[in-house]
């Protein structure tokens, strides 16, 4: 294996999905929408990403708490919030949700 290819291999996300497309994904999970296929590539991430997993733990609770959630329900900006809270895991923040002090 030359030293490009090795590389490539590590850099492939597990299950073939970026921690990205697999936020994008996650309501779709939680609601049986995904295709066999990609429920299966989906599952294989989470099993093997420890931020998936905390990803979709907190979500699922967010979802038991509202009672249901549908992709009408997530606007935009609600998607980018996600996203950045995501974001801020990926770079080993642990303040994921820091309570901004009151102004
Ligand atoms: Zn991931």
């Keep these: 294996m030359t030293a490009t290819l090795r ?8 299950g073939g999905l970026a921690c990205a497309q697999l936020v994008e994904l996650v309501t779709d999970y939680l609601e049986d929408a995904l295709s066999p ?23 699922g609770q967010t979802l038991s708490l509202l009672g249901r959630v549908t992709p009408d329900d997530l606007s935009p900006e609600a998607r980018r919030d996600l996203l950045d809270a995501f974001r801020d895991w990926q770079a080993g923040g642990a303040a994921a949700t820091d309570p901004s002090p009151g102004r």
Excluded: M, N
Aim: proline fraction near 6%; glycine fraction near 4%; hydrophobic fraction near 25%.
């Design 37 to 59: 296929a990609d429920r299966r590539r989906f599952e294989e991430h989470v099993s093997r990403c420890d931020g998936c997993t905390t990803y979709v733990e907190q979500i």
């Design 7 to 14: 590389r490539l291999f590590r850099r492939r996300p597990p």
